[in-house]
């Protein structure tokens, strides 16, 4: 866990240009988040951003059966990321592949520094991340999502996690990459945040970008998760607030 190096923020002049899709270099696809949505779970979240549909369930804490992945001290938060058969177009062979074994993983590590464990010992809690529809940046959709199903779950939390991601395509950074731009495009940064205390707990980088171009691509996606981090809690708030 690291906390941000920079804390500027792009002004207004990056909306000058517009990308295929006919957004503004710093604008988000459209998005939507739900809490509650499975009765069965513990807890569960819903979350829309552009073409991607993941849904997510939480189970526990619960005791931890598998004596050697338990811990005497703390819990475990165990997640599996999978991507439906159908969520793209050339259909996906079923079960884990090493893409989803890594991102699964990655998803564990960017959570757990926001959930108080030490007070669960020798317990586990289960994150399940279905990928309905895919359409770029399913890694941080299911991050966003995957926090609010474990406030929804009850349980204890520093902070909800967000995360989004930028780049460069065509030679410009932006935000929130579309799966062509995604492809195609020079630098993929994904980020993930809790936005209270500014701590990174998720931070990877694949392409090529120079220091300032870095640093840019780095402050749009903490913009763009702080939008994202408002709709988390009006998914909260509408679940429990009345």
Same mark, same amino acid.
């Given at each position: +866990? ?8 792009? !002004?207004k002049?990056s909306?000058? *240009? =517009? %990308?295929?899709?006919? %957004? ?5 696809? @459209?998005? &939507? ?11 569960? #979240? ?6 991607? &549909?993941? $849904?997510?369930?939480?189970? !526990?804490? %619960?005791?931890?059966?598998?004596? /050697?992945l $338990?811990?005497?001290? %703390? #819990?475990?938060? /165990?997640?599996?990321?999978? $991507? ?6 050339? /259909? ?13 993983k ?5 959570? $757990?520094?926001?959930?108080?464990l ?13 990928v309905?529809?895919?359409? !770029?940046?399913? /890694? ?9 199903a ?15 991601a930028?780049? &460069? *395509? ?21 980020v993930?945040? +809790? ?7 998720l ?7 120079? @220091?300032?171009?870095?640093? &840019?691509?780095?402050?749009?996606a903490?913009?763009?998760? +702080? ?5 988390? =809690?009006?998914?909260?708030? =509408?679940?429990?607030?009345?």
């Amino acid at each position: +866990m690291i906390t941000i190096i920079t804390n500027k923020i792009l !002004g207004k002049d990056s909306t000058s *240009s =517009k %990308r295929a899709d006919g %957004r503004a270099s710093d604008e988000l696809r @459209p998005f &939507k988040i739900e809490a509650g949505v499975l009765e069965r779970a513990d807890g569960s #979240a819903y979350l829309e951003l552009g073409g991607n &549909k993941v $849904m997510v369930a939480v189970y !526990g804490p %619960r005791e931890l059966h598998i004596r /050697r992945l $338990m811990q005497p001290d %703390r #819990a475990v938060l /165990r997640c599996r990321y999978n $991507m439906a058969p159908f969520s793209v177009d050339d /259909r996906k062979r079923p079960g884990p592949d090493r893409r989803s074994v890594e991102i699964s993983k990655i998803t564990s590590e960017a959570l $757990m520094p926001a959930v108080f464990l030490e007070k669960f010992p020798r317990s586990t809690i289960d994150v399940f991340i279905e990928v309905l529809e895919a359409e !770029g940046g399913t /890694r941080c959709a299911g991050i966003t999502a995957a926090s609010v199903a474990l406030a929804d779950a009850g349980v204890p939390m520093r902070d909800l996690v967000v995360a989004c991601a930028a780049g &460069k *395509s065509e030679g410009e950074v932006v935000l929130d990459l579309s799966e062509a731009e995604d492809k195609d495009g020079e630098a993929d940064v994904p980020v993930a945040i +809790m936005p209270r205390t500014g701590e990174v707990t998720l931070l990877q980088s694949d392409g090529n970008l120079t @220091p300032e171009e870095f640093e &840019k691509t780095l402050n749009l996606a903490i913009e763009g998760c +702080m939008k994202l981090s408002e709709a988390q =809690k009006e998914a909260i708030i =509408k679940r429990y607030g009345d």
